[in-house]
């Protein structure tokens, strides 16, 4: 089990499956199993950010901001520039943001925990002003988002698949294959020695907090497709479950350990266990405390596993 | 002189006791110059600005300086409690319901029972850092929710009472109409607990095992111990966090509120490191007013009030951007 982390994973995945099965047999359907990969893959790509960063030694808690205010700048440009200039400039602004939070951990050496949230204030004040200036001309989500975000192919296909799969996929090769997965590890493992291995630690991270940044940015878009929303804190719910699904995915909050493949499973089980707690008809008091729970056995059983 | 009175601890070296002192503190002292500046800003912008004002600022600033002294203790030992809002929800919703319809008398009852409840949840999570060895930040990020469920759990919509006299306690001034009873009763309860806990062997093994884990643990330090009582007193703070909340607001709300964020902030800015082992209590609290302030100044100037969450990102980031780079230039020199 220790050199596959992933098997108790998946079987805990498995385990919730039947669970929620055999309390409701009617749900298993393809309706459900599309609705929750729908749900489940915003906070997927946003665990994605909190994975990579996670790597390193840090933590992206700007990921719910910055993808609010994606989706809130797309919707709001979407009626008078069309639906690719706005979901551009909604792009860009998160890696604007992002490029920020790299300067801060990268070049001032600002603890990412801070940078990030700090910029989150800063980004929920921008947003609010932005609000005021843009209110006349109203939100709305384009057709094509919300076919992104909320449609199927194919009976039950979702569509935001074909974002997510080549998004996942170049997660998932670029940290194992390429150079600069490897220089997360590096750095996350050991800073010093990487420095001195000549590394220049500050351009990665500068690089690595753009690149969580526009994940952000695109989770952002494809939630605003999926709720056919855009408010300016849509997505501020999403920062802990986030950090929690690379948690459970077996990513060390320390660095130098985990992966991209368990924070998929880890958003996959935290989507059917709100979906377990949801069907079992729980008070919103026993749902928040069992979700906390969970989170932590799960994360204490994974710690016990590796280490044995 | 013990590493507990380093706050700041960017700067230190040799020179006369003084001179020492007031290295070892320049932290503090400057944030305390920032401090009566503000003031004089504030009386510059709104010659009015006076003692009423005072008493509201300490009043609004209360629940905020206690998050941020519980947060300053868990991050000294090398540890961050994410749950401290729920932690306040709750213990305040507690307050709140027990306190509804009993007498004025039994509310001492709950006053220390809800504060013994503070102890026992943050020697909760500490024991959870300990038993589990999962990050202390996953740990309370789990724990954020179980807190903030239970508040619900106690009261699902904002309600129940306050005693009276908990309300007179902070409401108003004391001897002179400079000094608002908020005030005064943050400075008595924080140092009637911290300077204590601070002289004794515990205070110590705080700093011990937030500097360098393995080496307290060889010197003879009880780590886990030491977690548990850290997390503990952080507790105990967040319980009379909530406590402050009940006795000003005269209800309780189950819905957590922004004192994660804010006592993060004010810790950072009041000198404490997040690698832990470093700060003290007197640098957060004085940052929460600072805070506080800047907020106060930008709406007398009649700057848009969403600008200050803007502002507070900025001076929370620039403020650590800063440090880093006193750190970074003191050990090239």
């Known amino acids: 089990m220790r050199d596959r982390p992933l098997i108790p994973l998946l079987l805990l995945l498995v385990v919730l499956l039947i669970v929620l099965v055999a309390i409701r047999p009617s749900i298993a359907n393809e309706r459900w199993v599309s609705s929750t990969i729908r749900f489940a893959i915003p906070l997927a790509i946003l665990a994605a950010s909190q994975t990579l960063t996670m790597i390193t030694g840090g933590i ?31 792009l860009v602004v998160a890696i604007v943001i992002g490029l920020v939070n790299g300067v801060g951990v990268g070049i001032f050496r600002v603890h990412p925990l801070i940078m990030t949230l700090g910029m989150s204030l800063v980004v929920l ?14 939100t709305r989500v384009p057709d094509e988002i919300l076919w992104l975000g909320a449609r199927t192919s194919f009976g039950w296909i979702p569509n935001s698949l074909l974002v997510f799969i ?8 670029g940290l194992r294959r390429s150079g600069f997965g490897r220089l997360l590890y590096a750095i996350g493992d050991n800073e010093i020695a990487a ?11 500068v690089v690595l907090y753009v690149i969580s940044g526009l994940l952000a940015g695109i989770a952002g878009l494809i939630y605003a497709g ?30 130098g350990r985990g992966g991209y493949a368990g924070s998929i499973v880890g958003a996959l089980i935290l989507t059917v266990l709100t979906t377990l707690l949801t069907v079992l008809q729980m008070p919103e008091a ?16 994974y710690n016990r596993i590796i280490e044995e | 002189m013990s590493a507990a009175t380093n706050v700041g601890g960017r700067l230190n070296g040799g020179g006369t006791t003084l001179a020492r002192l007031v290295r070892r503190n320049s932290w503090v002292l400057g944030l305390c110059g920032l401090l009566a500046l503000l003031f004089v800003i504030t009386k ?127 409401d108003g001034t004391v001897l002179t109409e400079w000094a608002p009873k908020a005030i005064v009763l943050l400075l008595v309860v924080v140092f009637a607990i911290w300077i204590p806990v ?80 470093r700060g003290g209590l007197v640098g957060p609290i004085v940052a929460v007013f600072i805070l506080r302030l800047v907020r106060t100044d930008l709406t007398l100037l009649g700057i848009d009030p969403n600008y200050t969450t803007v502002i507070e990102g900025a001076i929370m980031v620039s403020v650590v951007m800063v440090g880093g780079l006193i750190a970074i230039r003191s050990r090239r020199s």
């Open chain 1, 60 to 90: 992206d808690l700007s990921v719910g901001m910055v993808a609010s205010m994606s989706a809130y700048v797309m919707a709001t440009q979407a009626p008078a520039e069309g639906v690719i200039a706005s979901s551009l400039l909604a």
């Open chain 2, 198 to 277: 601070r002289n004794s062997r515990l205070g110590l093994s705080f700093y011990a095992v937030g500097s360098d884990r393995l080496a307290a643990f060889r010197s003879g330090v009880d780590v886990p111990r030491t977690k548990i009582a850290a997390y503990a007193l952080t507790g105990l703070f967040a319980a009379m966090g909530g406590l402050s909340l009940t006795m000003s607001t005269g209800i309780g709300t189950p819905v957590p509120g922004p004192y994660l964020l804010a006592s993060v902030a004010a810790v950072v800015l009041g000198g404490v490191s997040l690698a832990g082992g």
């Open chain 1, 195 to 205: 420095r001195l291995a000549g590394v220049r630690v500050w351009q990665v991270l």
């Open chain 1, 125 to 138: 004040g921008l947003l609010t002003v932005y609000q005021r200036i843009v209110i006349g001309s109203g």
């Open chain 2, 44 to 170: 510059a912008i709104q010659p009015a600005y006076g003692p009423s004002q005072v008493e509201a600022l300490a009043l609004a600033a209360l629940p905020v300086a206690l998050a941020a002294a519980g947060q300053a203790i868990a991050l000294i030992s090398g540890g961050i409690d994410l749950s401290i809002g729920s932690v306040m929800a709750l213990t305040s919703v507690t307050a709140a319901v027990l306190m509804k319809g009993a007498s004025e008398e039994s509310a001492i009852f709950v006053v220390i029972g809800v504060l013994l409840m503070g102890l026992a949840i943050g020697a909760f999570n500490g024991s959870l850092v300990v038993l589990t060895r999962v990050p202390d930040i996953v740990v309370t990020l789990a724990m954020l929710y179980v807190w903030a469920g239970a508040a619900l759990l106690v009261l699902n919509t904002p309600g129940g009472a306050s005693a009276q006299w908990l309300r007179d306690l902070i």
């Open chain 1, 286 to 301: 026993a749902r928040q405390i069992l979700f906390g729970a969970i989170v932590l056995s799960v994360a204490a059983a």
């Open chain 1, 226 to 255: 999926l709720t056919q929303t855009a408010t300016g804190t849509l997505v501020e719910v999403y920062v802990l479950p986030s950090v929690a699904a690379a948690v459970i995915g077996g990513t060390s909050i320390y660095g």
């Open chain 1, 166 to 173: 080549p998004l996942a996929a170049a997660i998932l090769f």
